[in-house]
């Protein structure tokens, strides 16, 4: 049974950072894309941050420069270094085996 569980969301202050962790179990995580998407209140999900299994990343524009995804493919785990955050980026952030697999979603929250 394949799981990701995400840790790491809270609430923050505008300009403060937040790591966001993906732990993936049940496949072989090394050979698979993961991504970090985050949903808006009554909207669709859109792509944060990806990574491929041989390390080629992509951002959305609104958070390049600003976060940073990564992969320990000998941990299983995929992170979302979040720095300068805004209220702007405040939504439910989840992690995903791109095209596969979702984690159950961790909510991230930027007062001003």
């Known amino acids: 049974q394949v799981q990701l569980v995400e840790s790491g969301g809270g609430l923050v202050q505008a300009g403060e950072s937040l790591r966001l962790s993906c732990a993936v179990s049940g496949i072989s995580f090394n050979f698979y894309a993961m991504g970090w998407y985050r949903q808006f209140p009554g909207k669709q999900r859109d792509l944060v941050a990806s990574i491929t299994s041989g390390g080629s990343i992509n951002y959305a524009d609104s958070v390049k420069g600003r976060f940073v995804i990564s992969r320990d493919n000998a941990k299983n785990t995929v992170y979302l270094q979040m720095n300068s955050l805004k209220p702007e980026d405040t939504a439910i952030y989840y992690c995903?085996?791109?095209?596969?697999?979702w984690g159950q979603g961790t909510q991230v929250t930027v007062s001003s």
């Open positions: 995903a085996m791109v095209g596969r697999f």
